[in-house]
């Protein structure tokens, strides 16, 4: 199997309309969107309650990679609603949603780091609108995938806590 091609060696690679420059703001999203994805699957191995979250994201991801590199569309309308669905099912307890710094959680902390990835993303998206029009549903995505995670880090925080709390009150019972 030969894995070195070296069609890349002068600083361009392939998408479907041909070479492009590996400088091009282009692929400065793909990358961002390739680590996000990356980001996701060492979270769904290490969190296993979040492995299906996960492999859907890392889909979507996968999707918009794809549209970008002019392999296919991505239909993102769908994939924002779920995550908006998903989303107000998180907050209808009324669990508080404020900024935190999530040291005591590793699935929060985890979260957070998702949301930092996904964020430069989306600056990365809207900069590159500059020199090429991309599929707008793709940036509105990019901007709920980051309340997304703001809010899992959020739900995975209150979960710790009061599971630590319930944890507490067993010890001290007995």
Partial sequence: MIVTTKTGDQGTTEIQSGRISKADPLLEVLGDLDELSADCLVFASLTPAYRLVMEALVQDLSAGCAELAGYGEGRFCQRIERLELEMK???????????HYPLACPSSALFNRLRAVSR?????????QNSRKTNPQLGIYLNRISDYFFALQIQAAVDSK?????????????
Avoid: C, I, Q, V
Wanted: no cysteine; charged share 25%; aromatic share 12%.
């Fill in 162 to 174: 009061s599971n630590s709390s319930a944890n507490s009150t067993a010890d001290s019972a007995m």
């Fill in 120 to 128: 430069r993303a989306e600056r990365h998206w809207w900069g590159l």
């Fill in 89 to 99: 099912e998180m907050l209808k307890d009324g669990s508080e949603f404020r900024f």
